[in-house]
Structure formats: structure tokens, C-alpha cells
């Protein structure tokens, strides 16, 4: 399983490829809406790819739940233990 | 037993002949559309990439717009109206239960008397429309079939619901399909489709028709509804997958293909897919989207008519189409530009 590092990193790849934001701003603490200003459609693609990319299911009720960097880190990393 | 039932007993070669558009005359912009919905033409151009679209007058009826764009198709593959054998119209807002739209369209056609019918099928309705057309020239049902995909959505929208007042607009497209030379020449490939009922909330009327008209809050038009983020991340991504299956179906690799005329959703969906898909930067994508709005049933002729127009498609080239939408239901096919 990956680290929580390699989780972030990875995630600041596909938020870095799907929506042009540089991959160093995808921090932690930074909410994906106000702070990355990725829409709900754009984050709908952000979590197609990180579902195939950490092979977990991330359903469309708890996309609204994962304001910040943060939320979907810990949620992958949930659902992949 | 008496006796037998004869009948063809070989395929003919099928492929579209003509088409041919009917854009309704009044230009609606974003900024006439953000007069009733807290919204702003950047969030739709961003959202949507709807920069325009058009609604019907009142005369610009659903059989108006169809039988303009019929007769243009007609005009364009050189079949005369009493050559028609069946009109096939997709529509979900013409608003007579009976008689079906298609048969006042034929009559006004000149077609004689010509067997027509409406299918609704939203907005997969050409997709399943030219399937039906196809099988039936294949099978020696008729010679020559005219599908019109038409709606008028804007009188089933809310002006006031955020999420869809922006999106829907009206328009017909048309096409003739018929016998092609040789098996060689076959111009419609094998449908993939398909309807998942399970998800029959995510776009649908607020009401039955009954119930607007004498429910407590009626009367009222029982407007279309529809949860935009789980229909774009089914159109996105599972369409994507029906339309490689269409491709494999028909036998045409995504370097053969010239065309890719998804129904005209929504322009995110159209890139998403195109992603997906990971096409060649040489296939001409359709965005008619763009001018046109979400026309449904109309979308995937419209969409090709204006390729044709520019350039960015020329016949003979291979075109992928896909309609998706409302039931929800989808159908695909590789089809040869007429």
C-alpha cells in the first residue's frame, strides 16, 4: 500500500494533468474548490483517475465530502487498507 | 400446415444517402439566459461550452423544423418524397400522445403513403433511429427510410433551474438512408446499445403530464430535470467504452476513424470522452455544442451538417456516432458520411 506521501503525490499528478494546476500547489490543506478552483466536473475526472490509478472505489455520494487534499488522501487510503 | 411464408432471405448493403439541418431563427445568448438563474456566461462556457444556442417560434413547430430538415436530406441524397417507404421521428417534446408526429411530417413530405412512426428514445433517439432505419433497408423492409432526430426542448426547461436552463434548445436534423451498391459500400455499421432503468432518475420529467395539469401546484409543464455530475460521469466514461465497442463491432480501428460526433451534451463530456477514447489529433471532433446548445435527438445530424459545411468532414470519411441520455439509454454506430 502506498504511503501517504506517494497518495498526495500521486493525486498532485492526475489534479496537475487534468487541470493544468502545478502539482506543488496540491498540498495537504488546500481545499480543491477554493484554494485549486477545480469544478464539480473537473473533480468528477479527478476521481475517475485516482480511482483506476489506487484501484479503490470512490463512490459519487462521498465525492461531495472530500473538500480538501487532505479528505481524499485519507479516504484513499481507507478504502485501499 | 398449409402453406409457407415467403420472404428476402439476403441482406442488402444499407447507408445514408443524404442529410440535411433545421437551426430554429432565434439566437438566445448566456446573458439572456442569467437574467432568471443566478449564474454568468463564463460559468456556463466553462461548465458547458455553450456560448449560444437557439429556441423555436412558435411557428417553428416540431413537424415545421422536420420537415425542412427532411426535405433538405432528401434534396441532398436525390430521392424524390414518393421514394420514401418509412419516416422514422425521435422526438420527446412533441406534445401529442397521438397521432405520432412522423405521419403529418410524411404527408407534408409528399411521401405519399408512407409508413411512419415516433420513437422515443431522448437523446440516443437517432443513434436508435438509424439502427432501425439500416436494419430495415438490410432486411428488404424498405428502400428508403427517413430518420429526423427533432426536438423543442426549450418548452420543457425551466428558466429558473440552474442546472438545465442554459443547456437544452430546439433544432431537427435529417437523413435518408438506402441501398448502397455493394456489401463493400455498407455505410452504417452494427448498432451497440442498450438501456439502464435502474437510472431512470438522473434525467426526467419533474411530473406526469396529468399531475402538472391537476396536481396542487398545477397547472404547470412538467419540466425535464436532471442530476448533472453522476449523468456526466456515466457519459464520460461509460460511453466511452460503448463507443470502442461500436468501433470494434463495425471493424474500424480509432486511426481509420476521421469523425467523432458524440450527441451534443455538453462540451466537457464530448473532451472527456475524446480522452478517453485517446483519439488521434487527425479525427475532427464535432462542438456544435457550442452554437447550437444540448438539442437532443437533433444534436448528432445538426452536428455533422455543420462538419460537412466547414470541412472539418468530407464524404466518404468514417464517422463514430453516440447518443446517450435520458432512461437512461444509449446506442452507437461507425456510419460512412454521406
Redesign the interface.
Known amino acids: 500500500m502506498a504511503s501517504t506521501e506517494e497518495i498526495r503525490s500521486g493525486l498532485a499528478e492526475i489534479v496537475n494533468e487534468i487541470t493544468g494546476v502545478p502539482a506543488d500547489d496540491v498540498q495537504m490543506e488546500k481545499s480543491f474548490t477554493d484554494d485549486l478552483d477545480i469544478d464539480s466536473l473537473s473533480m468528477i475526472e479527478v476521481v475517475v483517475a485516482a480511482e483506476e490509478k489506487f484501484g479503490v472505489k470512490i463512490p459519487e455520494d462521498e465525492v461531495q465530502n472530500l473538500a480538501t487534499v487532505s479528505d481524499a488522501v485519507s479516504y484513499i487510503e481507507k478504502a485501499g487498507s | 400446415m398449409t402453406g409457407s411464408i415467403t420472404g428476402p432471405t439476403t441482406l442488402r448493403p444499407s447507408r445514408i444517402l443524404g442529410l440535411g439541418g433545421y437551426r430554429p431563427s432565434r439566437v438566445i445568448t448566456n446573458d439572456e439566459i442569467i437574467q432568471n438563474i443566478d449564474s454568468s456566461d463564463e460559468w456556463i462556457r466553462?461548465?458547458s461550452g455553450i456560448e449560444r444556442r437557439r429556441w423555436a417560434t412558435d411557428e417553428e413547430t416540431v413537424v415545421a423544423m422536420s420537415v425542412s430538415a427532411a426535405g433538405k436530406a432528401l434534396a441532398d441524397a436525390g430521392i424524390r418524397p414518393e421514394q420514401v417507404d418509412c419516416v422514422i421521428v425521435s422526438t420527446v417534446t412533441h406534445l401529442y400522445q397521438t397521432p405520432a408526429a412522423a405521419v403529418e411530417i410524411a404527408h407534408k413530405l409528399g411521401t405519399g403513403h408512407a409508413a411512419a412512426f415516433d420513437i422515443s428514445a431522448a437523446c440516443a433517439g437517432f443513434c436508435y433511429g438509424l439502427s432501425l432505419a439500416s436494419d430495415m433497408v438490410r432486411g428488404g423492409t424498405a428502400r428508403h427510410v427517413v430518420v429526423i432526430g427533432v426536438e423543442r426542448l426549450s418548452d420543457l426547461t425551466d428558466p429558473y433551474d440552474r442546472s438545465t436552463a442554459f443547456l437544452f434548445a430546439d433544432g431537427a436534423g435529417a437523413v435518408v438512408v438506402g441501398p448502397a451498391d455493394s456489401e463493400d459500400e455498407q455505410g452504417i455499421g452494427p448498432v451497440v446499445w442498450g438501456s439502464e432503468g435502474e437510472h431512470q432518475t438522473l434525467i426526467t420529467q419533474r411530473e406526469e403530464w396529468r399531475d402538472a395539469m391537476f396536481g396542487p401546484d398545477g397547472p404547470r409543464m412538467p419540466h425535464l430535470i436532471m442530476e448533472?455530475?453522476?449523468v456526466?460521469?456515466w457519459a464520460?466514461?461509460e460511453m466511452a467504452k460503448v463507443a470502442r465497442q461500436a468501433l470494434d463491432a463495425a471493424g474500424v480501428s480509432v486511426e481509420e476513424l476521421d469523425v467523432f460526433a458524440p450527441h451534443q451534451a455538453n462540451m466537457?463530456i464530448t473532451d472527456?470522452m475524446a480522452n478517453a477514447l485517446m483519439l488521434p489529433d487527425r479525427v475532427a471532433i464535432a462542438r456544435d455544442i457550442a452554437q447550437q446548445g444540448n438539442t437532443s435527438a437533433a444534436s448528432i445530424p445538426l452536428a455533422l451538417e455543420r462538419m460537412l459545411e466547414t470541412g472539418d468532414a468530407t464524404s466518404g470519411d468514417l464517422a463514430l456516432v453516440i447518443g446517450f441520455g435520458a432512461g437512461l439509454v444509449y446506442a452507437a454506430q461507425v456510419i460512412r458520411m454521406p
Open positions: 466553462t461548465r448533472g455530475n453522476p456526466f460521469r464520460s466514461y466537457r472527456a
